[in-house]
C-alpha cells in the first residue's frame, strides 16, 4: 500500500510550490510544512502535505507549478495551467484519457488544484466539456464504445484521486443526498456534485446508478437530509422516471428537505413539484446553491 503513495523530494516541493530549497527547509522546521522523514533523514512530500499547505498559507507563494518539470511538454502544460488555458487543457486530457494515461490526466486535475483553481470550477470548465467531447466522439462513429468507456473510466479515476488531494472541512453545514433514480446508468454528474458539497461542507450521501426509490423514504428517517440533488441524463421510461421523482419529491417536502435537479433528463421530465427549489446548469451553481 504504501508503495502506491507518490513521495516529493525537497528540490521537487521547491518547484511546486515556486520557491527555493530553503524556504522548504526553514517551513518543514518550523511545523509549517509536513513531511515525511526518511531513516536517512531526507525530507519527502506527499500530494495532500503540499495542498494543505497551499490552502493554510496562500500569501507565502505564489501560484504552484503542476509538477515536477521533466521535458518541455510538462513545461508547456504547466503554463497552460496557470494561465487556466482550458481550451487547451481540454483538447490535451481528452487526448491523454483516450490513450488510458492515468497519470497525466491526474497531473492536470492535481496542477489546477494546485494552482487555486475552485474544483467546480475543474469541472465546469474542464472535465464536463471533455466528458462530452468524448460522448460526441463516439455518437459521430470516431471511437468504438469500449473506447469511449475506457477514457470515461480514467476521467472518473482521476476525479477519485483528486478528491483524496483535497482536504475537507471537519465541521458540517448540513446533510445532503446526492441521487439518480432507477433507469440512470450515468452517475459522473452527480458523483462531482457530491465532491463539490462534500467540500462545501456537507456531510452527503451518494447512491450510485440505479437508485431504487421504494427504499427512499427509510433513508429519508435515518439520515434525514436538509437538501437532495438529483441527475438524470438520459429518460428511457418517462412515466416510470416521472413516478419516481414525484415520489421523491413528496418524500423531500414531508421532511422540509429542499430539492434540486440537473442534467438533460430534466428536459422530459416534470420538474414543477413545490419542493423543488431550482434546476442547476453547472458545478458553479452547485456550489451557490
Not at 19 to 39: F, H, M
Not at 45 to 68: D, G, I, V, W, Y
Not at 207 to 217: D, P, V
Not at 231 to 251: G, M, R, W
Amino acid at each position: 500500500m504504501e508503495q502506491s503513495i507518490q513521495y516529493f523530494n525537497s528540490e521537487e516541493a521547491a518547484q511546486i510550490l515556486n520557491v527555493n530549497v530553503s524556504s522548504i527547509k526553514r517551513w518543514t522546521e518550523d511545523g509549517t510544512l509536513e513531511c515525511v522523514k526518511t531513516a536517512g533523514g531526507h525530507r519527502k512530500f506527499t500530494m495532500q502535505h503540499l495542498a494543505k499547505f497551499l490552502e493554510e498559507h496562500k500569501t507565502k507563494t505564489s501560484r504552484a507549478n503542476l509538477f515536477p518539470i521533466e521535458s518541455d511538454q510538462d513545461l508547456e502544460i504547466n503554463t497552460r495551467i496557470l494561465k487556466a488555458d482550458f481550451e487547451f487543457l481540454i483538447e490535451y486530457v481528452l487526448e491523454q484519457s483516450r490513450l488510458c494515461n492515468r497519470d497525466r490526466v491526474l497531473r492536470v486535475f492535481n496542477g489546477l488544484y494546485l494552482s487555486q483553481h475552485p474544483l467546480h470550477e475543474i469541472y465546469d470548465c474542464l472535465v464536463t466539456p471533455v466528458l462530452h467531447k468524448n460522448g460526441e466522439l463516439w455518437e459521430q462513429g470516431e471511437i468504438s464504445v469500449i473506447e469511449e468507456h475506457f477514457s470515461t473510466q480514467v476521467i472518473i479515476c482521476c476525479i477519485i484521486r483528486l478528491q483524496g488531494t483535497i482536504r475537507m472541512p471537519v465541521e458540517k453545514i448540513g446533510t445532503a443526498f446526492c441521487l439518480v433514480m432507477s433507469q440512470e446508468l450515468h452517475d459522473i454528474a452527480i458523483k462531482m456534485v457530491d465532491h463539490v458539497l462534500e467540500l462545501k461542507g456537507y456531510k452527503t450521501f451518494f447512491s450510485g446508478q440505479m437508485t431504487l426509490s421504494r427504499k427512499i423514504e427509510r433513508a429519508f428517517e435515518i439520515f434525514k437530509p436538509d437538501r437532495i440533488y438529483i441527475s438524470s441524463t438520459i429518460v428511457s421510461d418517462v412515466n416510470l422516471a416521472q413516478a419516481e421523482f414525484d415520489k421523491i419529491c413528496y418524500i423531500a417536502a414531508a421532511h422540509n428537505a429542499r430539492v434540486f435537479v440537473g442534467g438533460r433528463g430534466f428536459d422530459e421530465i416534470d420538474f414543477s413539484h413545490p419542493a423543488v427549489e431550482k434546476r442547476l446548469n453547472n458545478f458553479e451553481e452547485v456550489y451557490l446553491s
